[in-house]
């Protein structure tokens, strides 16, 4: 059974930082793009990052460029969210996604979502 199970999350200040992890088990997680999602409260769910298989290819949305890195280990079947200068803004709760390369309609997989606030 696939799962995805996302840890990290938490309270900061602003400026501050939050490393984001998700554990995949039940797949072939090498055969998987990783995405980060995050969804505030009242807002539509939102891409934030992507790592593509083999971990050589990274994207982020303009609002995250230059704070958040996207990392993965598929030794160990684990994906990271280095998140730093954290802003208000950033609250949310965080989801990972891995989408199968080939078909990523038909296998698609979510986590339960970690919940970052940024708060003074």
């Known amino acids: 059974q696939a799962q995805l199970m996302e840890s990290g999350g938490g309270l900061v200040q602003p400026g501050g930082s939050l490393r984001l992890s998700c554990a995949a088990s039940?797949?072939?997680?090498?055969?998987?793009?990783m995405n980060w999602y995050r969804q505030a409260p009242g807002k539509e769910r939102e891409l934030v990052a992507t790592?593509?298989?083999?971990?050589?290819?990274?994207n982020y949305a303009d609002s995250v460029k230059g704070r958040f890195a996207v990392s993965r280990d598929n030794a160990k079947n684990t994906a990271n969210l280095q998140m730093v200068s954290l802003k208000p803004e950033d609250t949310a709760v965080y989801y990972c996604n891995a989408r199968h390369k080939v078909y990523p309609d038909r296998y698609t997989y979510w986590g339960q979502g970690t919940q970052v606030t940024v708060s003074s």
């Open positions: 790592i593509t298989t083999s971990g050589g290819s990274t």
């Open positions: 039940g797949f072939t997680f090498s055969l998987y793009t």
